[in-house]
């Protein structure tokens, strides 16, 4: 059983937040199912960011070297780290939080600090494997010399709160299968849509054609979108060299590419590869337009090769309706099922036939698109955030009454 009554609970984000990425989307979306059954809700997170949607946040002091944003592993966050752990512990002296909900595993150090100095039990918010990320990022050797002792850090910082939550069941046999922790300890909350801002008719069939003629798309473009980061972990490399391919065997294909860093280079990369005219890269896009731009697509793309993230965007992919390719993995198949258009190699030639194919049968994917949309609603619908983490919540806060 969850709570009974409005709990205050501190956020440690340490993160640039509010980024339009999908790591702070399910903060966000977290916080606001948390608000809206009743409870309050504060984030401690970096410098940069913005504010979004009425909460309290508490951003730490500025770097004097390093002003701009930062995605992914940097030398630079041990810094952040510094100066988010006294403010975490000065928020937390005023707010007296119920709960301390830490995201990634730099906050769960963080907020297993504070809650043992206050007697605060802790959740951890475990959004995939810190050095495999590392890894992932180009930022660790798996056979250099810092590998061994970061993985026995990353082993220490899972044992250190109370319970952690994980956004897939795969991400929770990680944990309890490589990581040993006992299942008791490990909740499964999933990344969440919310379906209804995310929906297939959120532009009317005006209002598609004028967007797309507005960012230059031709109007018989066969458009596939990606929204997320470019970085090489989450494929971006790979889906323009598949571009290529496709293009190749059928010219009105388009690729609508939503998301940052990186931009200018990777717009040069895929002119290099002869895809002017048939690409556009938006730079960062807004949480809150998200739906509109996807909405101009008629497949989506998912090319991430990182086997212990998850994959939110795909939800959003799901709610709008959008067949969806993505390379074949565990963590794609929990959320899009037998419903997956599945490139069966993390390649850029597997990729390029599976997209081929989806463009060519365009006419006959009506009842998958509805079977998407449907599979969103019923599975992976916002409205059960907030229970879930209230159970979670419920036991941490009946077992630290026991104890004390």
């Given at each position: 059983?969850?709570?009974k009554r409005?709990?205050?609970?501190?956020?440690?984000?340490p993160?640039?937040?509010?980024?339009?990425?999908?790591?702070h989307?399910?903060?966000?979306?977290?916080?606001?199912?948390?608000?809206?059954?009743?409870?309050?809700?504060?984030?401690?997170?970096?410098?940069?960011?913005?504010?979004?949607?009425g909460?309290?946040?508490?951003?730490?002091?500025?770097?004097?070297?390093?002003?701009?944003?930062?995605?992914?592993?940097?030398?630079?966050?041990?810094?952040?780290?510094?100066?988010l752990?006294?403010?975490?512990?000065?928020?937390?002296l005023?707010?007296?939080?119920?709960?301390?909900?830490?995201?990634?595993?730099?906050?769960?150090?963080?907020?297993a600090?504070?809650?043992?100095?206050?007697?605060?039990?802790?959740?951890?918010?475990?959004?995939?494997?810190?050095?495999?990320?590392?890894?992932?990022h180009?930022?660790?050797?798996?056979?250099?010399?810092?590998?061994?002792?970061?993985?026995?850090?990353?082993?220490?910082?899972?044992?250190?709160?109370?319970?952690?939550?994980?956004?897939?069941?795969?991400?929770?046999?990680?944990?309890?299968?490589?990581?040993?922790?006992?299942?008791?300890?490990?909740?499964?909350?999933?990344?969440?849509?919310?379906?209804?801002?995310?929906?297939?008719?959120?532009?009317?069939?005006?209002?598609?054609?004028?967007l797309?003629?507005?960012?230059?798309?031709?109007?018989?473009?066969l458009?596939?979108v990606?929204?997320?980061?470019?970085?090489?972990?989450?494929?971006?490399?790979?889906?323009?060299?598949?571009?290529?391919?496709v293009?190749?065997?059928?010219?009105?294909?388009?690729?609508?590419?939503?998301?940052?860093?990186?931009?200018?280079?990777?717009?040069?990369?895929?002119?290099?590869?002869?895809?002017?005219?048939?690409?556009?890269?938006?730079?960062?896009m807004?949480?809150?337009?998200?739906?509109?731009?996807?909405a101009l697509?008629?497949?989506?793309?998912?090319?991430?090769?990182?086997?212990?993230?998850?994959?939110?965007?795909?939800?959003?992919y799901?709610?709008?309706?959008?067949?969806?390719?993505?390379?074949?993995?565990?963590?794609?198949?929990?959320?899009?099922?037998?419903?997956?258009?599945?490139?069966?190699r993390?390649?850029?030639?597997?990729?390029?036939?599976?997209?081929?194919?989806?463009?060519?049968?365009?006419?006959?994917?009506?009842?998958?698109?509805?079977?998407?949309?449907?599979?969103?609603?019923?599975?992976f619908?916002?409205e059960?955030?907030a229970?879930?983490?209230?159970?979670?919540?419920?036991?941490?806060?009946?077992s630290?009454?026991?104890?004390?």
């Amino acid at each position: 059983m969850g709570v009974k009554r409005s709990l205050r609970i501190l956020m440690v984000a340490p993160t640039s937040f509010f980024g339009d990425t999908g790591c702070h989307v399910r903060i966000l979306e977290e916080a606001r199912a948390l608000r809206a059954a009743g409870h309050e809700v504060a984030i401690c997170t970096y410098r940069k960011g913005r504010d979004i949607d009425g909460f309290p946040i508490y951003r730490t002091l500025p770097l004097p070297w390093r002003q701009h944003y930062e995605v992914g592993s940097s030398r630079h966050k041990l810094a952040y780290d510094a100066l988010l752990l006294p403010l975490v512990l000065q928020k937390a002296l005023a707010l007296r939080p119920d709960v301390i909900h830490a995201h990634l595993h730099e906050g769960a150090l963080i907020g297993a600090i504070v809650g043992r100095l206050l007697r605060t039990p802790v959740v951890f918010d475990f959004q995939g494997s810190l050095t495999s990320e590392m890894i992932d990022h180009r930022f660790l050797n798996p056979n250099g010399p810092w590998y061994r002792p970061l993985l026995w850090l990353e082993h220490r910082i899972d044992r250190l709160p109370q319970a952690v939550i994980t956004s897939t069941q795969n991400a929770a046999n990680l944990l309890t299968g490589r990581f040993g922790l006992h299942p008791d300890r490990v909740t499964v909350v999933r990344d969440r849509v919310n379906t209804a801002v995310f929906r297939p008719d959120v532009l009317c069939p005006e209002e598609r054609a004028a967007l797309r003629a507005q960012l230059g798309i031709p109007p018989e473009a066969l458009v596939v979108v990606y929204l997320g980061l470019l970085a090489e972990h989450q494929g971006t490399s790979i889906l323009l060299r598949s571009g290529t391919a496709v293009v190749a065997e059928e010219p009105r294909a388009f690729f609508l590419v939503m998301g940052y860093p990186g931009v200018n280079e990777y717009r040069q990369y895929a002119h290099g590869l002869g895809l002017a005219g048939h690409v556009l890269f938006t730079g960062q896009m807004p949480y809150e337009q998200a739906a509109r731009y996807l909405a101009l697509g008629d497949v989506a793309v998912a090319p991430k090769i990182s086997l212990t993230e998850g994959a939110g965007k795909i939800l959003n992919y799901m709610a709008m309706g959008l067949p969806t390719v993505a390379f074949e993995s565990a963590v794609n198949r929990e959320y899009l099922g037998e419903l997956g258009l599945y490139a069966p190699r993390a390649d850029e030639a597997s990729l390029a036939q599976t997209l081929l194919s989806a463009l060519r049968r365009l006419p006959e994917l009506g009842p998958l698109r509805q079977a998407l949309r449907e599979r969103a609603c019923t599975l992976f619908g916002a409205e059960r955030t907030a229970a879930e983490l209230e159970a979670v919540y419920g036991r941490l806060l009946r077992s630290s009454l026991s104890r004390h």
